[in-house]
């Protein structure tokens, strides 16, 4: 019976007892060893009864809860396998939880900051919050989405300033022309540039001056020739030539 009882075999050692307590209802070890073995039934339910609970709240994620009712079950059996697996489990899952929200709330202030950056129109800043958001947290579409079309500003702000240098170049060589056809180009795909399209209005008033100061040259160059025709006529006297070219 002992041996039973140390195994915790408590339904063959209560059949053997009663065995016993059958061939003498007063055998004062069998009367005792029936009430150990009735107080451990109670515990041994008392438990399940813990376990159970305790495996339910780390199912609702109610990890500090779960974790004091399995340490009721060490308090009485400190070597219960399953009641040390549940406190392990709990504690790393409130680690991970922490762990989570240090995360999330690195993040947020991250893009508070590139938010602050983008209302100062400074993307580089921006750009650069967002890639240390991105790298603590690697997953969060919404933030590389944000990366994305960032990168993607940062780039064609690099091609529109790049433009932007290359006809102020050419203006100051006088290549109006060709910075006329530079800022052409740019206009169809940078239209939002006020900069830009104050330059491109610049150039084409600056074209159609020297286009008009073209045309009246040539006008008075052409004036000055029949002028020359008609002075030699004159100094040959040949009136009707003179009046054929001033007609």
Same mark, same amino acid.
């Given at each position: 019976?002992? *041996?039973l009882l ?5 339904? #063959? ?6 065995e016993l307590?059958? @061939? *003498?209802?007063?055998?004062k070890?069998?009367? &005792?060893n029936l009430?150990? =073995?009735k107080k ?10 813990? =376990?159970k ?5 780390v199912?609702d994620e109610?990890?500090?809860? &779960? @974790?004091k009712k399995?340490n009721e ?6 070597d219960?396998?399953e009641?040390? =697996?549940i406190?392990k489990?709990?504690? &790393?899952?409130? &680690?991970e939880?922490?762990e989570r ?5 690195e993040?947020?202030?991250?893009l508070r900051?590139?938010v602050?950056? !983008?209302? !100062?129109g400074d993307l580089?800043?921006?750009a650069k919050? #967002?890639?240390e ?9 919404e933030?590389? !989405?944000?990366? !994305?079309a960032?990168r993607?500003r940062?780039i064609r ?6 433009? #932007? ?11 109006f022309?060709?910075?006329?056809q ?7 795909e940078?239209?939002d540039?006020?900069e /830009?399209q104050? /330059?491109h ?7 159609t001056? @020297? ?8 006008r008075?160059d052409?004036?000055?020739s /029949?002028r ?11 009136s009707?030539s003179?009046?054929?070219?001033y007609?």
């Open positions: 019976i002992s *041996d140390n195994r915790d075999e408590l339904r #063959l050692a209560e059949a053997k007892i009663r307590l059958e @061939i *003498d209802p007063d055998d070890d069998a009367l &005792a009430e150990k =073995i451990q039934q109670d515990l041994n339910q008392r438990i399940r009864s813990l =376990i609970q305790s495996q339910s709240l199912q109610k990890f500090e809860a &779960a @974790i399995a079950v060490l308090a009485v059996a400190p219960h396998i009641a040390r =697996i406190v489990e709990a504690r &790393a899952r409130i &680690a939880d922490k929200t240090r995360i999330a709330e993040v947020a202030t991250l900051l590139a602050d950056c !983008n209302e !100062n580089t800043g921006e919050h #967002l890639e958001a991105i790298s603590i947290s690697p997953g969060d579409k933030v590389q !989405n944000r990366l !994305n960032v993607e940062i702000k690099e091609k529109l300033d790049k433009g #932007l240098l290359e006809i102020k170049r050419l203006m100051e060589t006088d290549e022309q060709e910075a006329f530079c800022s052409s180009e740019l206009v169809k940078f239209d540039s006020s /830009l104050e /330059l209005r610049e150039l084409q008033e600056e074209i001056r @020297i286009e008009t100061e073209r045309k009246e040259q040539e008075q052409r004036i000055k /029949l020359k025709k008609a002075d030699l006529a004159f100094s040959q006297n040949d009707l003179a009046l054929a070219v007609s």
